[in-house]
């Protein structure tokens, strides 16, 4: 009797946990932003459901920016680094900007004189 070969693909089920999926998004986040706060990386929180990954990224940013297209460039970068390198679809990308840090403090010293 000849054992009967069964393929790769339907020997069983890869999973990643959702820590990976959070790690991959707050470095993607990291990678999207040109300055990064100092003491102050992004933190990411993942929901996974099957294929999907629902993230939410918590960050700080310098300013005065652009805060919306920097946020703009996190989410663009969050998707397609988890797609990527999980191969799971981002369907939603939240950002929630938790403080704002002057771009230079000798600076709104000067405007406040």
Do not use: W
Request: proline content about 4%.
């Amino acid at each position: 009797m000849a054992a009967q070969v069964v393929e790769a693909a339907e020997r069983g089920a890869t999973l990643i946990a959702d820590r990976v999926i959070a790690k991959i998004a707050a470095r993607a986040a990291r990678e999207a932003l040109e300055t990064v706060p100092a003491g102050a990386a992004p933190h990411a929180t993942v929901e996974v459901h099957q294929n999907s990954a629902r993230v939410r990224v918590t960050l700080e940013l310098d300013y005065p920016g652009d805060l919306g297209a920097q946020c703009a460039a996190v989410r663009r970068r969050v998707t397609e680094r988890v797609r990527t390198l999980a191969g799971m679809e981002v369907p939603e990308v939240t950002v929630h900007v938790e403080r704002l840090h002057p771009a230079s403090a000798g600076g709104a010293r000067e405007r406040i004189r």
